[in-house]
Nanobody, 126 residues
Framework: QVQFVESGGGLVEPGGSLRLSCTAS???????IGWFRQAPGKEREAVSC????????YYADSVKGRFTISRDNAKNTVYLQMNSLKPEDTAVYSC????????????????????WGQGTQVTVSS
């Protein structure tokens, strides 16, 4: 089994930056990983995903150019660097592994993901 723990969230002013980490208790080798977020009263949405090798990355249009996903399989960790943060980025961010595709895209359905972490709160406010 694999378990995820997200960290790095916090309170930041608009225009600021945060770096989120998603660390697994087991190996992430071969798994595509997705970052998701959910704000109160809103549906969970995919933010970014990365292939098992790290060679392919995808982003939601709302974060493209501001967020960068990366992974270090040796550390069993996936990162999400968030720059130029906006208030609408406020949400609980979580990560999960895609068990059905090593090369997930932004259209991969949620049922393909497992081992959801507890999430880390990101609040962007003045």
């Amino acid at each position: 089994q694999v378990q995820f723990v997200e960290s790095g969230g916090g309170l930041v002013e608009p225009g600021g930056s945060l770096r989120l980490s998603c660390t697994a208790s087991g190996s992430l080798d071969g798994y595509g990983i997705g970052w998701f977020r959910q704000a109160p009263g809103k549906e969970r949405e995919a933010v970014s995903c990365i292939s098992g090798s790290g060679g392919d990355t995808y982003y939601a249009d709302s974060v493209k150019g501001r967020f960068t996903i990366s992974r270090d399989n040796a550390k069993n960790t996936v990162y999400l660097q968030m720059n130029s943060l906006k208030p609408e980025d406020t949400a609980v961010y979580s990560c999960a592994a895609n068990l059905m595709s090593a090369r997930p895209t932004m259209t991969a359905p949620l049922y393909e993901y497992s081992y959801w972490g507890q999430g880390t709160q990101v609040t962007v406010s003045s």
